[in-house]
């Protein structure tokens, strides 16, 4: 059996170049701390920085809570490339240089800590709930496979905003929704238990919405979870000239 390259890595010391920012002091410029760290095999670039944190920088900040990959806290850039720090091993990066900063398009609190409130604001903005109109609240609403099957992968989002991070769109218009957001409306949409009419989408058929995509897949390169927004994307365009056509048509009223 061939040894995996990473483990050629592993049991040995690695540079870590880390940012660090204080939003609380912006007369400082922005700079990066360096420290040595012993790495033993398979530990993660987030046992990395709690080992910095815990050893060598206690004013070192960056969020953490599940350490598996579920809560979403940890997407940073790691030698360029966002993911998540809890899964990822340091020996997997191919450098014994690790250099690790905030997400991009986003503002930064502190060091790895970005701002996202922005962020939730955009996802309230779609309406992130079933919406329904012919059942009390409460009422158990059955899913065949095939159905609950459509909306899988939009399911597994964990929110982490590692697709956000990696869309070019936000850094020249920073009131595009984003890929996240457009993902899970298309969840809900694609939902046979949701509905909100068609309508709806009215609300995202502009440029801030789903006009703004560049289509370049780095959303989609990005997602720890394989989920794909830009596919989501490209669905609620299709729903939308859909509707405009039903419309035209005469077969749909415009509340419908
Ligand atoms: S700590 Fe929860 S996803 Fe990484």
């Known amino acids: 059996m061939t040894t995996p390259m990473a483990l050629l890595k592993a049991d040995s010391t690695y540079t870590f170049k880390i940012f660090r920012y204080d939003s609380k002091t912006p007369e400082k410029e922005p700079s990066f701390s360096t420290y040595q760290v012993d790495v033993v095999p398979g530990m993660s670039v987030l046992s990395a920085l709690l080992a910095i944190r815990d050893e060598m920088d206690g004013g070192l900040s960056f969020r953490c809570s599940c350490r598996s990959a579920v809560c ?43 701002d996202m409130i922005p962020f939730w604001a955009k996802y309230d903005q779609i309406k992130p709930w079933l919406i ?32 956000y991070g990696a869309c070019p769109v936000p850094s020249r218009d920073p009131e595009y929704l984003g890929p996240a957001a457009l993902a899970k ?72």
């Open 72 to 114: 979403g806290s940890c997407a940073m850039a790691m030698n360029g490339k966002i993911e998540l720090a809890c899964r990822t091993q340091v020996a997997s990066l191919g450098s014994d240089l690790i250099i690790l900063e905030p997400l991009p398009n986003f503002e930064i609190i502190k060091d790895l800590v970005v």
């Open 132 to 163: 329904r109109k012919t059942l009390p609240v409460g009422t158990e609403i059955r899913q065949s496979e095939e159905e609950r099957n459509r909306i899988d992968q939009f399911v597994h989002c964990i929110l982490c905003a590692a697709c």
């Open 185 to 256: 409306l298309e969840r809900f949409v694609l939902d046979s238990r949701d509905e909100r009419s068609p309508s709806a989408l009215e609300a995202v058929n502009n440029e801030k919405g789903v006009w703004g995509c560049d289509t370049l897949f780095k959303c989609i390169e990005a997602c720890p979870k394989d989920v794909r927004p830009t596919d989501a994307i490209v669905g609620l365009r299709k729903s939308l000239v859909k509707h405009k056509f039903k419309k035209l048509l005469g077969m749909v009223k415009d509340e419908d």
